[in-house]
């Protein structure tokens, strides 16, 4: 599969975009980044990815936003376009299912849970920082903003995602190896 240009929407970004967009660059590393809503550039590109109102893996269309979701996790989770692009392309960035299901866990789950609104934790007093809210603050203040500020913030958002991923990844699949060394 040749994947040259890629949609996500524009303005405000969200983890579950930015974790998409992050997975998918590691995996087309030359691939264009279009943000935007407009239908034209919607339908120049290769894949669409949280736009568009359609879940259709066989067109490359990753959205969930549209009525009836894009279905959930055998635990109830939803997903949002993280887990989608998780689901469909991360088994090419591990070497194993174990690992994938894992990184899904460990990391996918929990920003899909917030963008579709849950909080999956319930402490009385506080709150943990989460990777979503990190990313949140990578977002402009709208009072002064310009798309190049969104943009802007948006992509130095999928460079820190691409380096979480990888380095999780990394130490997952370095655990599997030495486990396989003593069994």
């Known amino acids: 599969m ?9 303005g405000t970004f969200h983890a579950d975009e930015v ?8 995996i087309f590393k030359d691939a264009e980044i279009i943000r935007s809503r407009i239908q034209e550039d919607l339908e120049s590109s290769d ?16 959205d969930h936003h549209q009525k009836e979701g894009a279905g959930k996790r055998k635990n109830l989770i939803s997903y949002a376009s993280a887990g989608l692009i998780w689901k469909h392309f991360g088994d090419k960035l591990v070497s194993s299912p174990e690992i994938h299901e894992k990184i899904d866990k460990k990391i996918i ?7 579709v609104g849950y909080k999956p934790y319930t402490f009385k007093e506080t709150e943990p920082y989460t990777i979503s809210h990190i990313i949140q603050s990578f977002n402009p203040l709208r009072s002064k903003a310009t798309k190049e500020d969104y943009d802007s ?3 130095k958002a999928v460079d820190l995602v691409k380096d ?3 380095n999780e990844i990394s130490v997952l699949e370095e ?8 069994l």
């Open 2 to 10: 040749e994947i040259r240009k890629i949609c996500t929407h524009s």
């Open 19 to 26: 974790t998409a967009i992050a997975i998918l660059k590691l």
């Open 47 to 62: 894949m669409r990815v949280d736009v568009g109102m359609k879940y259709a893996p066989e067109d490359n269309d990753f």
């Open 109 to 115: 789950q929990t920003i899909d849970a917030i963008d």
């Open 153 to 155: 913030g948006f992509f």
């Open 164 to 166: 979480i991923l990888q």
């Open 175 to 182: 655990a599997d190896s030495c486990k396989q060394i003593i």
